[in-house]
DNA sequence: ACCTGAACACCGTTCAAGT
DNA sequence: ACCTGAACACCGTTCAAGT
């Protein structure tokens, strides 16, 4: 149905997506897809929402820096896994479907177990992830005035950032209302 | 000229600018305006790039990491002043004009100044500048699920997530090839 | 240098009608 | 339920021609 909508997109681009040009790989009329999706943007919306079906959910049991650190990982790895709907996840700011919600609540459990307090847990999670997105924006981007930057790379990159914010997120919790790494489990 | 464009994008949004729409509130035929951009993308990349302008750069010999605050919060804040232009911000994945190289360069340079080495330099600016265009794309978007945040809130949030980036990244730094606290020049 | 008229190859979407 | 034909109101861009 709409699976065809992500072969276009991954073959011609997300400047390709159109309703004609998808009625045209589908052999139907222009206006035969408005008898299974309301409108271009809700079957945008829709795309957007299915990608993060394949977001892991965390174990729920381990230390809640690692979860957070695997849910926004996860995250990241399947956004960067679809380069060409990353645009169109930008153009839209976020999706807004269930998928979205239910990672959203998870998030802010983590954040929770992890020592987070009140309207922190907001503000952490609305860090963790326009870094998330951002960062899957700027890897599945062409390059700007640098060399290439390899999967690798960008990878790194964002697995270096989400420590760094993890432990100022973390830190600052714990240094207002707990014991100083007191949110670990375990200490190697 | 194309201030005209601005005025257009602040008025009906991103989704008004059109060549025609603009030709028509400049009351000419729409193919005159090829008389003075070549393309409707060369337009949308000259305001982008336009935009940059408003960023101060620092007085260049205070703390390097003042200076990175200074200028990542005046990026951000030149990036929410416009706010209609900030999706075509994303839809371009950022800058490659005049602007967006010479900034590039500010930042390397308070970066080096700062004890990072190598290729971590470019690592760091990429990590803050897809932070910074994130965060302006959030703060600038609809609310989602949650109640409105104000912009001072918006504001307060990028500059914790900043500090905790620009600790670690001075951090590792400092901690890798310098002494803790090196690359301050002062304490108080 | 800057504009116009006319045209080309597209869009998303709707409406009425068919099976 | 799912499709088609025809139409409406748009796009960006080009070409030839005018001043």
Redesign the interface.
């Known amino acids: 149905v709409l699976g065809a909508a992500l072969d276009l997109l991954a073959q011609d681009g997300p400047q390709a997506l159109t309703m004609r040009a998808l009625a045209r790989r589908l052999a139907v009329a222009p206006n035969a897809l408005y008898s299974h999706v309301p409108s271009r943007s809700a079957l945008v919306d829709d795309l957007l929402d299915g990608l993060l079906e394949w977001v892991d959910p965390p174990d729920g049991d381990e230390d809640p820096v690692v979860g957070l650190t695997q849910v926004m990982t996860s995250t990241y790895v399947a956004l960067t896994a679809h380069p060409q709907v990353v645009?169109l996840y930008?153009?839209r700011?976020?999706a807004?479907g269930p998928n979205?919600?239910r990672l959203?609540r998870t998030v802010d459990d983590l954040l929770v177990r992890a020592g987070v307090r009140g309207g922190a847990v907001?503000?952490a999670r609305?860090?963790l992830?326009?870094?998330t997105?951002?960062?899957a924006?700027?890897a599945t981007?062409?390059p700007?005035?640098?060399r290439p930057?390899s999967a690798e790379?960008s990878l790194?990159?964002f697995g270096?950032?989400l420590?760094?914010?993890l432990?100022?997120?973390v830190g600052t919790a714990s240094t207002d209302d707990a014991e100083p790494g007191a949110p670990r489990r375990r200490r190697r």
Request: hydrophobic fraction near 45%.
């Open positions: 645009p930008l153009a700011q976020g807004r979205a919600v959203g907001a503000q609305r860090i992830v326009v870094h997105i951002g960062a924006a700027f981007s062409a700007d005035t640098d930057i790379e790194a990159n270096q950032s420590r760094w914010l432990t100022g997120i």
